[in-house]
């Protein structure tokens, strides 16, 4: 059995549809389908999720809400009239945006959930109207009967253990599809919770391991995950195989194809992801494979890079001698509900890197003062202008001089390096750099290990 899971692009009009129902239809072990919402039909376009948003505020703002939801039912109307799917069976689904307001809701914030949470739901209920209306059996599952419980934030939230044993119950049958919805799942106390960015390949995962499916296949729009950004560097190679960690490395740093928290499940479960292309669904595509027998063919499988990191520079004197210092800054840092992503240091010397999307201005200015006045190091600042990029790699592990090489690459170009931090387990380098030096620096890299036969 596989579990299959389709992106917004792959279900964005009528057309896209049917490819994914050609999908579906081709391998009878694709018996677990999870939806997302509708997608972007073009460049000028508005997902469906962006739309119920608006819906949202505009209800808590106490606005007009008929043209929006005219837009919105107008995208499942689209595709039902591609399938002459009867009136009356997209008739539910417009009464479930009208009344969508008039639900239960604890606050704004779960108010905002349950909307978004609609693009997934309402698609998914579509998909299953229209493949029993073209005479394939099919049966819309609703989190909240599948026992998806989660926990956490209205709209970051993440999977309860029990949803495994509520899975394990499931009647799954080869007679008939089994169509969820992604993105979301229900709180102990019946409310509805939407995972973060990414929460359909989350739901998929967590499907793909409840189920017990030997297979996790994702489509969206790509041929396959590539060694680097295609923006950054034309034509970059495709990736055939690759492990669950260097996937995780990799989506950390902004390989966005694959949202890196949604591994999680799959990885419990041991089951293989295939990344796969809705437009080319005999493309290989990419596998994802627990490390165990892996056998790496290059020193490095990608590079990546972001540029939405800052860092916060300290330097005292004898800084190794002093007990608790470090744990003095951490101290402070959890007073203000700050996290922080890595933590290279020296002697005399640490660096914090940080989100700078999580952090505001006066949060920053707060949690600097205090560490000026508590920790009084002889030296701090903050460093705005700051990029990471990913050197990742199972092939690392044994081979001789990487570092050195990705060194020479970026200095070849008259680029610096702020930090180098290899992991633990040697797979990936990390380094900083200036963010307008970032797209130099993995061009100079890919050119290092992509570009030349003697690796």
Not at 5 to 24: C, P, Q, T, V, Y
Not at 28 to 53: F, H, M, Q, Y
Not at 308 to 320: I, P, V
Not at 390 to 416: F, K, P, W
Request: aromatic residues 10%.
């Amino acid at each position: 059995m596989k579990v299959v899971k389709f992106g917004g692009s792959s279900l964005a009009d009528g057309e896209a549809f049917a490819k994914a129902i050609n999908i579906i239809k081709a391998d009878p072990e694709r018996w677990v389908v999870v939806t997302s919402a509708p997608g972007k039909r073009n460049s000028a376009d508005r997902k469906v999720t962006d739309l119920l948003i608006q819906y949202a505020n505009e209800v808590i703002a106490d606005k007009p809400v008929d043209q929006t939801v005219a837009a919105i039912f107008h995208r499942y109307q689209q595709i039902g009239a591609f399938f002459n799917l009867p009136a009356s069976g997209l008739a539910p689904i417009k009464e479930a945006l009208i009344n969508l307001p008039h639900g239960n809701y604890p606050d704004s914030n779960y108010l905002m959930a349950a909307f978004k949470a609609h693009g997934e739901r309402l698609n998914a209920q579509l998909m299953a109207k229209i493949l029993n209306h073209l005479g394939l059996p099919a049966r819309y599952v609703d989190p909240s009967t599948a026992g998806i419980v989660v926990s956490g934030t209205p709209n970051n939230a993440t999977i309860s253990p029990i949803t495994y044993k509520n899975l394990s119950h499931l009647n799954v049958s080869d007679d008939e599809r089994l169509i969820f919805p992604g993105f979301f799942g229900f709180t102990p106390t019946g409310h509805i919770a939407t995972f973060s960015r990414g929460g359909s390949d989350i739901t998929g995962a967590m499907l793909a391991k409840g189920l017990g499916a030997r297979i996790y296949e994702n489509f969206t729009d790509v041929d396959a995950i590539y060694s680097t950004n295609p923006h950054v560097v034309d034509h970059p190679r495709a990736i055939h195989r690759m492990t669950y960690r260097e996937m995780r490395e990799l989506s950390y740093a902004g390989f966005s194809v694959f949202h890196d928290e949604a591994l999680i499940p799959a990885i419990e479960g041991q089951i293989p992801v295939n990344v796969k292309n809705t437009n080319n669904p005999t493309a290989p595509g990419t596998m994802i494979v627990p490390e165990n027998g892996f056998a790496a063919t290059h020193v490095v499988t990608g590079v990546a890079s972001a540029k939405h990191f800052s860092a916060l520079y300290l330097h005292k004197y004898l800084m190794n001698k002093q007990s608790g210092f470090t744990f003095s800054i951490l101290q402070i840092l959890a007073k203000y509900g700050v996290s922080y992503e890595h933590m290279p240091s020296g002697i005399d010397d640490i660096t914090i890197i940080f989100d700078r999307d999580k952090l505001t201005d006066a949060v920053i200015d707060q949690f600097c003062n205090e560490i000026q006045y508590e920790i009084d190091p002889d030296r701090l600042e903050w460093i705005d202008d700051y990029a990471i990029i990913m050197v990742v790699g199972e092939g690392m592990v044994h081979r001789v001089g990487t570092m050195e090489r990705i060194a020479n690459a970026v200095a070849n170009d008259g680029l610096s390096l702020t930090m180098v931090n290899q992991g633990a387990s040697q797979i990936s380098i990390m380094i900083g750099t200036r963010r307008a030096d970032a797209d130099q620096a993995v061009q100079s890299i890919y050119r290092e290990f992509f570009d030349k036969e003697d690796d």
